[in-house]
T-cell receptor, first 109, second 114 residues
Framework: GESVGLHLPTLSVQEGDNSIINCAYS??????FIWYKQESGKGPQFIID?????DKRQGQRVTVLLNKTVKHLSLQIAATQPGDSAVYFCAGLGRALIFGQGTELSVKP | DGGITQSPKYLFRKEGQNVTLSCEQN?????MYWYRQDPGQGLRLIYYSQIVNDFQKGDIAEGYSVSREKKESFPLTVTSAQKNPTAFYLC?????????????FGPGTRLTVT
């Protein structure tokens, strides 16, 4: 079946350090993935996406890596800031987007 | 401003009552979606609609109903048959076309049923 899941429910990093959030997907999940950021009490916001014909995609301070061999993708945030504190979801395209459970990122000043 | 609006932000109802959550978009998107989010959990798909007058059940459609009479509107009714209706409800829309399936989300409605 289709599933998208995350390895860790919480991640705490020091301000200025890099953050890495991981996500795994099952065999039939998707050839398209999105990372979303959700702040408390708000709807998710798009961060970056990647298609399965790519291994890496970079945005502003964010990089998504896709490893199709082990069905794993990660979101890297460079120089993490307090404003990056939120829950991060990976989502894969099935008949609609299939969301993982989310990782809560806390940034310590 | 283009976007998705959901109203109200907070909604309280007594058990046994049906309640309808509003979702409107002015992005001219064909596809619209409803998700439910419980504390510490990811988003679960309730219903989605790829075109006016057509909609499909998601993973947890039992106890919910929708309509799509207009492109810009996709209201969700939480019926008394839904056993655990208290949750954060998120509406989203997308163009539904490749290469991007990015979904734009509304601010959400927090429903509390007592």
């Amino acid at each position: 079946g289709e599933s998208v899941g995350l390895h860790l429910p919480t991640l705490s990093v020091q301000e200025g350090d890099n953050s890495i959030i991981n996500c795994a997907y099952s065999n039939s999940a998707s050839d398209y993935f999105i990372w979303y950021k959700q702040e408390s009490g708000k709807g998710p916001q798009f961060i970056i996406d990647i298609r399965s014909n790519m291994d890496k995609r970079q945005g502003q301070r964010v990089t998504v890596l896709l490893n199709k061999t082990v069905k794993h993708l990660s979101l890297q945030i460079a120089a993490t800031q307090p404003g990056d504190s939120a829950v991060y979801f990976c989502a894969g395209l099935g008949r609609a987007l299939i969301f993982g459970q989310g990782t809560e990122l806390s940034v310590k000043p | 401003d283009g976007g998705i609006t959901q109203s109200p932000k907070y909604l309280f109802r007594k058990e046994g009552q049906n309640v309808t959550l509003s979702c409107e978009q002015n992005l001219n998107h064909d596809a619209m979606y409803w998700y439910r989010q419980d504390p510490g959990q990811g988003l679960r798909l309730i219903y989605y609609s790829q075109i006016v007058n057509d909609f499909q059940k998601g993973d947890i459609a039992e106890g919910y109903s929708v309509s799509r009479e207009k492109k810009e509107s996709f209201p969700l009714t939480v019926t008394s048959a839904q056993k655990n209706p208290t949750a954060f409800y998120l509406c989203a829309s997308s163009t539904g076309l490749a290469p991007s399936y990015e979904q734009y989300f509304g601010p959400g409605t927090r429903l509390t049923v007592t």
